[in-house]
């Protein structure tokens, strides 16, 4: 019954709720509710596109300078709303659920770019929506007085609307079959790939834009770019891409079998979340050095360091993360979707390798098991064994291990006592672990108490500091875990390498607001790009290396992120497979490219050959794993 009364509600003809005496202002009030009918996409669209330039030059040269994309973003949001006023019928109720859709999601872009210097993607709606809640704990970014009341504004529009009774004047075997009319007009245009290169290239907008979402979102603005990646969401076929094309790709590439010194070490891989040196800010000084065990395990003979070119900023640690242990590239992924999201059956990686060498592989994430689809995805890449946040704790409740938080999250004291457990568990075969640590994640605001450095730079505002300071003392822990990791291979008997890596730069306050303020971004680095995609790594080991084309001992090497363990194989004589040998050629025509770069590839063919193998491995006919 309450249902019916729900649907009576709703769908009971138009009136007007208060009829004031006045006629006139009983016209006055019908008239302002049949014209917010009428005006409500063009009110979105304004009050979206102004908060996501956030900048009034900006959104005026959008409206001046590519007009047929607004015209585009208008057509698609009128053509939106004609279908929710038909299925609400009652106009109060469509410009309340249609209004407060573009204000939520332009609350979302607006903190998800001042937080991660990255804009909110379709993908994320069904990515990251079932960890909403630990999600919320990272919004610290304070919303701007002006955009609240265009945000709000569109409640004062649904009861302006309320109160003058507008709604659709037609009965529902009208309005429902107009609706699916409306909609399937709207999908003839794109139901091919051809369809909709042809009618996005019509309104100056292309597929290839998603390649670069920041020069995406900055053309083509929130909506016109939204539509663009919703369009391109399944990975493109790259062209000329066949079985020939694969196999000539893979041509004279063969399988590498083990060297005879190889002792099936045991492997540590460690992605620490925004590991990066602070000290690069441009004159900023600390009253000691953040980075002290990382920089003397450099400067140790045999030790390999340096650059390691990432394809996230502020955010995004899966991009890495997935390039690391595949080999494959993002770059030509949805910019900004989970790469997980593809791996849905059995696929070969770095880490399936050594699986298939009988080691035993596990993971470990002091975070939630269902962040970023790595619970489902790892076993398909030869992870068998996962620990989460809640197998850590489970472990501190048995008193296996002490379980410390520290800046809010489980401490890297901890993750690397946890590696230590797990690493002894089993001690009869090798072991390859793979660990994200979690405690030096943003925010940075209000995240320690104390500090045990100091900061100095008289250019950073409050705010900046203070994301700085937050940032420094996290990082310093990162750097004591790595100190006590590198004590652990040193105490160990068996044959034992430590690969160490920074996933992405930290935010360090909105509007890249440390970098710009330090003169980072106005041309104090020497390469903003470089600057921005680099990441410190190293690699250690307990035993001899051999000689390494990929890495090599000292720490001026640069790398792209899907080289690292090819490397790594070089150094301790593993195995390789025919995909590996790509990558190898393929790193000596280009050591470090990734489309962030933003420069021309020295060899794009190698590049293009990189992008059609990922796609035939994740969304193609895997022809690659026919030619084994």
């Not at 009208?174 to 003839?188: E, F, G, K, M, S």
């Not at 030869?382 to 489970?394: H, K, M, P, T, V």
């Not at 390498?497 to 980072?520: K, R």
Request: proline share 5%; glycine share 6%.
């Amino acid at each position: 019954m309450k249902l019916i009364r729900i649907l009576k509600f709703l769908y009971t003809p138009p009136h007007m709720p208060w009829k004031p005496k006045n006629k006139v202002l009983r016209i006055a009030i019908s008239l302002c509710g049949w014209a917010v009918l009428l005006l409500l996409p063009l009110y979105c669209f304004l009050m979206t596109e102004y908060i996501h330039f956030a900048n009034k030059a900006k959104f005026a040269t959008f409206l001046l300078e590519r007009q047929p994309v607004v015209l585009f973003d208008l057509g698609v949001l009128y053509l939106l709303w004609l279908i929710v006023l038909c299925v609400c019928k009652k106009g109060w109720l469509a410009t309340a659920l249609y209004g407060g859709l573009w204000g939520a999601v332009s609350v979302v872009n607006y903190l998800k770019y001042a937080m991660t210097g990255d804009y909110f993607y379709p993908w994320d709606m069904f990515a990251q929506t079932g960890n909403a809640g630990e999600l919320l704990q990272f919004i610290t970014v304070p919303f701007p007085l002006l955009y609240i009341c265009l945000v709000l504004f569109v409640a004062v529009l649904a009861v302006l609307v309320y109160l003058s009774g507008a709604s659709v004047p037609t009965r529902w075997f009208i309005r429902y079959p107009i609706a699916v009319i409306v909609a399937i007009c709207c999908l003839i245009p794109v139901s091919t790939p051809k369809k909709i290169t042809y009618f996005l290239n019509e309104y100056s907008l292309y597929l290839e834009d998603m390649a670069l979402q920041t020069s995406n979102y900055q053309n083509n603005g929130f909506v016109g770019a939204f539509v663009v990646n919703i369009l391109s969401s399944n990975v493109q076929a790259p062209d000329g891409y066949s079985e020939d094309a694969v196999q000539t790709l893979m041509s004279g590439l063969e399988a590498q079998q083990a060297s005879e010194s190889f002792s099936a070490p045991d492997i540590i891989l460690v992605l620490s979340e925004s590991f990066w040196d602070p000290t690069k800010l441009p004159n900023t000084t600390f009253s000691e050095d953040p980075l002290k065990n990382y920089r003397a395990l450099c400067a140790q003979e045999g030790v390999i360091s340096g650059s390691f070119y990432t394809t996230g900023f502020g955010g995004g640690t899966v991009r890495p993360e997935f390039e690391v242990l595949t080999g494959m590239t993002t770059d030509y992924l949805p910019s900004g979707s989970v790469p997980w999201q593809y791996i849905t059956k059995p696929t070969d990686s770095y880490v399936s390798i050594y699986k298939s060498l009988g080691y035993r592989t596990l993971a470990v994430h002091p975070y939630t098991s269902s962040f970023y689809s790595r619970k489902a995805a790892y076993p398909m890449i030869g992870i068998d064994s996962l620990y989460f946040e809640d197998e850590l704790y489970a472990l501190g409740r048995e008193g296996a291990l002490e379980v410390h938080i520290d800046g809010k999250q489980i401490s890297d004291r901890t993750f690397a006592e946890a590696i230590q457990y797990y690493m002894e568990q089993d001690t009869n075969g090798p072991t390859f672990v793979f660990g994200i640590s979690m405690e030096n994640h943003q925010p940075y605001q209000n995240k320690y108490k104390e500090f045990a450095i100091t900061v100095e730079n008289d250019a950073f505002d409050e705010t900046v500091m203070e994301s700085v300071m937050n940032f420094t003392q996290g990082v310093s822990h990162a750097d004591a875990c790595l100190g006590a990791l590198v004590e652990y291979v040193q105490s160990r008997d068996r044959d034992t390498i430590l690969i160490w890596f920074g996933d992405h730069l930290p935010t360090l306050g909105s509007g890249f607001g440390a970098y710009q303020q330090s003169g980072v971004l106005d041309g104090a680095a020497t390469d903003v790009f470089r600057y921005l995609y680099a990441t410190p790594f190293a690699v250690y080991a307990n035993f001899e290396l051999q000689e390494s084309d990929i890495l090599r001992v000292g720490s001026d090497n640069e790398i792209a992120s899907y080289h690292l363990l090819n490397g790594v194989a070089e150094l301790i004589g593993a195995p390789k497979s025919a995909y590996m040998a790509y990558l190898e050629e393929y790193y000596h025509k280009d050591p470090n490219y990734n489309v962030r770069l933003q420069r021309e590839a020295l060899d794009a063919a190698y590049v293009e050959g990189h992008r059609m193998l990922t796609y035939d491995i994740v969304a193609g006919a895997r022809y690659l794993y026919r030619s084994k």
